[in-house]
């Protein structure tokens, strides 16, 4: 009896191995639905079909099955509207599971919209272009909706890849603005409602008159609920688009990787003579609307040459945080006539990434401290244009604890810093630490951009650093003061060289305690309307090439047990070497 139960007990494991796999349903958009995808006919019904039968299905026990709706290579003409401006999504998807929506490729399977769709603020009776006074126009009679061009609602497991989604924004009939400013009527490439497990792979989305793709989830019961939604955008670019090239509504779970986000609101109307642009015209927006952005990371993605910001996310009033763990990784961030940057919300953090134009704001809120990891601040020029701002970071009583480790900044054009948190109290100083600040000017630097850091702290090795040959009269400037009603004290540990011009305030004290080194390079130039305090136990250097000159309250004060000379190497155990005597 114990050999036939052994016999039943190894039948039973192995038949779910042997039984054959579930067959995936697979349906064709020409075979299956009567698309044309001539690039000359309106396939618009074909695609409303083909969302008819799998919305029906999923209705079904079959809908739990695999399924693909496969779109062979061809241009497909889509796009349709009523007399009063109400426009059809394309694709619209509801309650759809374990679903894969596949084109050929991006090069070779195009859904483009018709010419001549209108969008905006309309005449109901003339059907003409409208611009209402009202600075804040919500009538939906007079609002002529495009329409959204794949939409999923309560969708699980679905996977859209290599298609080309062109929004056709160029082409648009543009009515007046809708909303509080721009259009803000449905025109998105993919929009996500309510959804779960939803793959975007190997997609061009582009040229659409609202974002190139939306995520808006209110599945999430609170900041911290453990029920991710994995989201995942990979190797697709979001392009051209007329608000965003992705908008946060609401999301807790999202990864996008190896995409780009770049050159919204770029578009020109040619009969506005001017570019087609919503407020706020990001590369990427988190901005979560009556829920929560939580858990969402960016990795080597591009979000470059934006009208609006690259990043935006801004907060308002002082409300709960609505975001949580939001990193971008190994980014590139190039703000040309706008921030790379704008962050107010909370928890963001930035790796590796490359910042071309200034990053402005910071969070508020201490304990989301807005944290920057080996990051490089740059001014560096898009295709001859100029990168934006005049400071690399640029935030002014607005911030609170926010932190630049291992990070570098370089400024060939602009000031470093203007960096003065929102209080000065301790809780709320900047931290930084093992930085690197490089000033390659070419020519003089421009007037009103002297760097500014008030209430930081410094730790680990620092240096300011000038392009300027050893010698040579110093053109760069830094600056670290404070506003006449408050009072700073300045840390510095580790090393920190200076090679170019450094004014210590009125309102700011420089201290370097026991075990900290400050040391002034060749063409150093200190000026000191504070005092510099050097402690017991800290070394301070001076080059015979270097300048100090006091005024007012400044004065060098080298307290006794001071060690004049440079921090010695650390012997091979990593201890430093004994320090030389005062």
């Known amino acids: 009896m114990s050999g036939l139960r052994h016999l039943a007990f190894l039948w039973l494991t192995l038949l779910p191995l042997l039984a054959p796999a579930q067959a995936t349903l697979r349906k064709d958009l020409k075979r299956d639905f009567g698309a044309v995808g001539d690039g000359r006919a309106n396939d618009h019904a074909a695609f409303q079909r083909a969302a008819d039968f799998f919305n029906k299905r999923a209705l079904m026990p079959a809908g739990a099955r695999p399924a693909m709706l496969f779109i062979p290579a061809g241009t497909y003409r889509v796009g349709r509207q009523d007399a009063a401006g109400n426009g059809a999504d394309v694709l619209p998807l509801t ?16 859904i483009r919209y018709v010419d001549s769709l209108r969008y905006g603020a309309f005449d109901p009776a003339t059907r003409l272009p409208y611009e209402s006074p009202k600075a804040f126009f919500t009538d939906w009679a007079w609002g002529a909706r495009v329409g959204n061009c794949i939409n999923l609602q309560k969708c699980d497991n679905v996977e859209i890849s290599g298609l080309n989604l062109d929004g056709n924004a160029a082409h648009l009939l543009v009515g007046g603005h809708w909303g509080d400013t721009g259009i803000q009527l449905s025109a998105d490439g993919i929009f996500v409602g309510d959804s779960r497990r939803i793959t975007l792979r190997r997609l061009a989305v582009h040229h659409f008159g609202r974002d190139g793709v939306q995520v808006l989830n209110h599945l999430a019961k609170s900041l911290d609920d453990p029920n991710r939604e994995n989201i995942l955008l990979e190797s697709s670019t979001f392009h051209y688009n007329g608000r965003q090239g992705l908008s946060l509504t609401g999301v807790n779970g999202l990864r996008a990787t190896n995409c780009s986000f770049s050159h919204t609101g770029r578009v020109l109307i040619a009969a506005l003579g001017k570019a087609l642009f919503s407020n706020p015209g990001a590369g990427v927006d988190v901005e979560p609307e009556g ?54 919300q909370t928890d963001f953090r930035f790796e590796n990434c490359r910042l071309y134009g200034a990053f402005t704001t910071g969070c508020a809120l201490a304990a989301y401290a807005t944290r920057f990891v080996g990051c490089t601040f740059e001014d560096r020029p898009y295709r001859g244009q100029p990168a934006y701002g005049i400071f690399l970071v640029d935030s002014d009583h607005e911030a609170r604890r926010m932190s630049f480790t291992n990070c570098r900044f370089v400024a060939h054009h602009t000031g470093l810093l203007r960096a003065v948190p929102a209080a000065p109290d301790s809780a709320s100083a900047f931290r930084v630490r093992g930085c690197a600040f490089v000033l390659a000017y070419a020519d003089e630097p421009p007037l009103g951009a002297a760097s500014v850091l008030a209430g930081v702290v410094f730790s680990g090795d620092n240096s300011l650093t000038s392009s300027q040959p050893p010698g040579a009269e110093p053109r760069a400037d830094a600056t670290l003061s404070a506003e006449a009603e408050l009072t700073n004290t300045l840390t510095l540990s580790g090393k920190t060289r200076v090679g170019a011009t450094l004014r210590i305030g009125p309102g700011t004290s420089l201290r370097v305690p026991a075990g900290a080194a400050l040391e002034l390079l060749p063409g150093a130039k200190v000026i000191l309307t504070g005092p510099l305090l050097v402690e017991a136990g800290a070394y301070f250097y001076q080059s015979p090439l270097a300048k100090i000159s006091a005024t007012g309250r400044g004065q060098l004060l080298l307290r006794l047990g001071a060690i004049r000379g440079q921090w010695p190497k650390p012997d091979p155990g990593g201890r430093p070497a004994l320090a030389p005597g005062p």
């Open 95 to 110: 309650g759809c599971r374990n679903l894969r929506i596949v084109g050929q490729d991006s090069t070779h399977t195009i």
């Open 291 to 344: 829920g929560f952005a939580s858990h969402v990371r960016f990795e080597n993605c591009r979000l470059v040459d934006n009208a609006g910001q690259g990043l935006v996310s801004d907060r308002y009033g002082d409300g709960p945080p609505t975001t949580q763990d939001i990193v971008f990784s190994n980014c590139l961030l190039w703000g040309t006539t706008n921030w790379s940057a704008w962050v107010r």
